[in-house]
C-alpha cells in the first residue's frame, strides 16, 4: 500500500535524501520507498518506479516529497518518525559544522570577498545557471552536477575561455587546485606533476599512485567528461593545458581523457607538442608504440603515473614498464568461466574493459550497452556509476547498496570465476567501503562454497596512506573476507586475467624525436594563473560534504557553504520572470556607470 506525505519547504540536498530513502527502506514492513523534491524531473522517477500517487502533483521543488510502498501491517507512523530522527540528526550534524553557512550569493561573496571559485553541486537543471552567475562574478566554475544539455556546456565554455575563467566540468567528480580536494579527490602530497583529465576516477588513479610512488601533485584540473568530444572541442583540456605550462608548481604535464573525437584528440596532441614541459598523455583505448620528442604515451593509468614519476625526478623514461603479478593458484569447475567487474568509478571500468578486450583481441573493443562498458564470451564490466544505476539512488562510491546487490547476483551465478571490483577512497566517498563491502563477499563467498564452487574476489585499492579512510586499514579488512588487493587496476585487471589463463602482450615503445610544432597559442590568462598560483577561495554551491571536506583536509583554503534553493519555489515561469527582472536591473546599472 502506497503512504505520501508532503513536506513543504523542507529542502535537503540529494545525497541526504537517497542516504535518507536507503534508510527508511531497510525498515521492517517497507516495501519500497522514495524520497525526493518534488521537481517534475523527480515525479517522472516515481511514476516510473511505480510510486506515483496523486498526492505528489501539488507539491513544489521545494517541497519533501515521501512516498513509501508498505506491507499491510507495517507501521507508517514508525516510518516517518524514523525520517524526523534521521532528519533531526542531520540539522544537529549541520549546526556543529564549522563551515559558515549562508543562503545567497549576495552573502557568499560578502563573508568571502576574496572568493575565486564556485564549486557547483545542485540538480542539473539549475546548474548552468548557477554556474553562468559564478562567471558572471568573475570566479572560475567548477560542475560537479550532472544531465547539464551540452549545448549549456558549450556556452558556458566559451564564456569562461573569453574572460580567461576555467570551467570544469559539468559531471566533473575530481579536482586537486593547490593540495585543495574538490568533490570526489584524494588527500596527495604535493608535488611537480600536474594533471588535466577528462576523467574523474582516472585523474585519482594516477595522483594516488604518483603519491604512493613518491611523488606529488601540483594541480589535478578535471574537465568533465564531454569536453573532449566534437560537441565541445576541448575548451577547457586547451585552458587547463596552457595553465600548467605557465604554473611555477609544474614541472611535468599528465593528460588524461577517455576516448576522444579524433579530430579534437589531433588538436590536443598538437598543442601538446609545442609546448615547452615534458607530457604524458593516456587516450584510454589506445595503445601506443612510440614516444614523441616531449610527449610520452601511455596504455594505462599506472603507466602514465610511472612515466610522469620518472619525469618528474629527472630518470630516463624506460621504454617497457612492466610490474611482476602474484597469480594465485585457483580451483574452479569446468563451467566457471567468466569474470564479472562491478565498478564505481567509470574510468577504472573502462581501462578494465580495455584490458579484458586486447587479452581477448575482441574487435569491437569498448562496449557500451545498457550499463555495461563490456559484455562478451561471458565476461561483463559493469559500470555501477552510469546514469541508469544512479537515478534517484547514491553514487556507489558514496553508498554500496547496489553494488552488494550486483555481488550477490554475480556470486550466485554458476559460471562466475572471479568477481573483480574497485574501491576509491578519499573526501566525498563512504567513509568505510571495507565495513559494508567485506562482509558481502564473505557471505556470497561462503554461499558458493557451500554449494560446492569457489569464488575468487579480486579487488583495485584506489587512494593514498593520507586518506581519511586509512588505506592500510581498508587493505587489511578487504585481505582479511579473503580478497586479493591490488596497488593498481591495472594489475588487479591483470591479476584476474592470469587467474583465467589469459595474457596480454606488452610491447616495448619505441623513441622518435618531434617534428617541429609551435602550439597555436599557449598564453594562460591571468585569473588561471592567480587560481594555480595560490589556494583557491571557494564558494561551494550546493552538496555542504564537498565543503565539509575542504575544511576538514587542511590545506588552508577558505570555503563558505551556499545553501542553495530553487528560486521562486521552482516555478520555471517564475524563474523565467525573476531572471528578466534581473538581467533588466544589471543592464540598467552598467547604463548608469556609463553615463
Known sequence: MLHTIIKPNSYQDSVNLMLLTNHISALEGVIQASIMMGTPANKDIMGNSGLYTDELEKAGANDMCIVIDAEANGNVDDMLAAVDRFLSDQSVSGSQSSTLSVRSWERALKENPGANLAMISVPGQYAAEEADKALELGLHAFIFSDNVPIEAELNLKRKAHEKGLLVMGPDCGTGIISGVPLAFANRVKGGNIGIVGASGTGIQEVSTLIDRMGGGISHAIGTGGRDLSEGIGAITMLDGIHGLEHSDQTDVIVVISKPPAKEVRDRVVHQLQGISKPVVALFLGEKPSAHEGNMYQAYTLEEAARIAIDLGKGNSVLPLYS??????????????????????????????????????????????EAGYVLRSNGHAIVDLGDDMYTQGKPHPMIDPATRIQHIEKAAADPATAVILFDVVLGYGGHDDMAGVLAPAVEKASSKAKAEGRNIYFVAALCGTLQDPQSYAEQKRRFE?????????????????????????????????????????????????????????????????????????SGSGATVVQYDWRPVAGGSAKMQHILKQLNQYRFNGRIRLVHA
Not at 569447475?333 to 586486447?358: C, F, K, N, V
Open 480 to 552: 582479511q573476507a579473503g580478497v586479493l588487493v591490488k596497488e593498481s587496476n591495472n594489475q588487479a585487471v591483470r591479476t584476474v586475467l592470469a587467474m583465467m589463463n589469459l595474457s596480454l602482450e606488452d610491447v616495448p615503445k619505441s623513441y622518435r624525436p618531434a617534428a617541429t610544432v609551435s602550439a597555436d597559442n599557449c598564453e594562460s590568462s591571468s585569473f588561471v594563473q592567480e587560481l594555480l598560483n595560490g589556494k583557491p577561495s571557494i564558494i561551494n554551491v550546493g552538496l555542504s560534504k564537498f565543503a565539509e571536506a575542504i575544511a576538514a
Open 323 to 368: 610490474v611482476p603479478l602474484e597469480v594465485p593458484e585457483t580451483e574452479l569447475q569446468s563451467d566457471q568461466t567468466s569474470i564479472q567487474g562491478l565498478y564505481a568509478g567509470g574510468t577504472l571500468a573502462a581501462e578494465a574493459a580495455m584490458l579484458i578486450a586486447d587479452a581477448l583481441q575482441l574487435q569491437d573493443g569498448l562496449i557500451h
